[in-house]
Every structure is written in C-alpha cells, then in structure tokens.
C-alpha cells in the first residue's frame, strides 16, 4: 500500500488546517493509521493514531485538545484535523500504518511522504 499525505501549508498561529492521508494500491483494511511529525534534527514525534476497524483513537498530549483523528472508510482515507495552530507544530508530518495502534515510529511499517505544516506567530 503507497500513502499520501496532503493539506499541509502555511498558516499563522491559532488557524485550522485538515490534513489528510489516502492509501492507493490497497486498503488499509485491519490496520491501524498514525500520524507523526519531524523537524530537522530531531527524532520523528508521535501525533495521533486510530485504528481502522472500530476507529478508536489515541493522541499524543502535547496536541490533545486541538487534534483530532478519524477515518472515512468510504474514500479509504484519515483525517489530522488540526485547530489553534501554534508555531511549535510547525514541522513535516507523515501518516504511517502499522499492525495496531502503536505511538512507535519503528513499530510502523509503511510510511508516506510527508506534507510541511509551517505556524507563523
């Protein structure tokens, strides 16, 4: 299965952003969907995941609050519905599956791209 993250831009502090992850040649069938996000010379941070079947989510505690998670099983897509931006969110984020609903990066197998959130002040 190939990911691809889109919606990401630039915004400034307190805006909303959707950003969304679609898988192509597959489903994400009994997998669970996370999002994470990097900025140059740190290690990749756990955001949000939930789990396909059943749609349970979990999210990290440093977005909780202003992150949401969800799926639509309809367009085989997940939803990072970002509000009350800060500068400190500014980063690439990558939507990744993985066998269950893991906050480990390693625990992930396939990964996609990314898309650059960048929150001015």
């Not at 749609?55 to 977005?63: C, F, K, L, N, Y």
């Not at 639509?72 to 519905?81: A, F, G, M, R």
Request: charged residues 20%; glycine residues 10%; positive net charge.
């Amino acid at each position: 299965v190939q990911l691809q993250a889109s919606g990401g831009g630039a915004v400034r502090a307190g805006d909303s952003l959707r950003l969304s992850c679609k898988a192509s040649g597959g489903t994400f069938s009994e997998l669970a969907v996370g999002w994470f996000r990097q900025t140059p010379g740190k290690e990749r941070e756990f955001v949000a995941v939930i789990s396909w079947i059943g749609g349970r989510p979990t999210v990290a505690d440093s977005v909780k609050g202003r992150f949401t998670i969800s799926r639509d099983s309809t367009k085989n897509t997940v939803y990072l519905q970002m509000n009350s931006l800060k500068p400190e969110d500014t980063a690439v984020y990558y939507c990744a599956t993985a066998d269950w609903t893991t906050t480990l990066s390693h625990e992930y197998t396939y990964w996609g791209p990314g898309t650059l959130v960048t929150v001015s002040s």
